[in-house]
């Protein structure tokens, strides 16, 4: 229920004009103060949802989502790099992108697309400094 509100206030918000349109560019809306906590309440929801109910398994699916996931800093930091450009580019040579269910198929595939670069900036710049980091989880040993 918690996700159903979350999803409603972003699809109101995105009705209103979201960051762009609502009022001025920037915003002068309070809910900027607010909103990343929001955020935080309903992923955090989503995630302790999952972790309760999702049983893990060892499926050839189970292991490809769990590699886009170890992956996902990579992808979250790489991206600012390729998907402004590609948006335009398939805007304005490929096909109009103003329709939303257009959109996020070329989003998916723009996914798919960083995953491998992902993988070389995890291989190759992420895993060498996490040989160093300390594991902080305890075990409770009987």
Do not use: C, Q
Request: hydrophobic share 55%.
């Amino acid at each position: 229920m918690l996700l159903l509100a979350f999803v409603g206030l972003y699809w109101y918000f995105d009705w209103v004009g979201g960051f762009y349109k609502f009022g001025a560019y920037p915003s002068p809306s309070r809910l900027w103060i607010v909103l990343p906590t929001i955020e935080a309440v309903a992923y955090s929801a989503l995630v302790a949802w999952y972790d309760s109910t999702i049983r893990s398994t060892n499926t050839v699916v189970s292991r490809l989502i769990g590699r886009v996931g170890e992956y996902s800093y990579s992808i979250y930091l790489l991206h600012f790099f390729f998907v402004f450009a590609a948006a335009k580019y398939i805007h304005e040579n490929i096909m109009n992108l103003s329709n939303f269910y257009v959109a996020s198929a070329w989003a998916f595939v723009m996914f798919l697309t960083m995953v491998p670069i992902a993988y070389l900036s995890f291989r190759f710049i992420e895993a060498p400094f996490l040989r160093y980091r300390r594991r902080y989880a305890v075990s409770a040993k009987n």
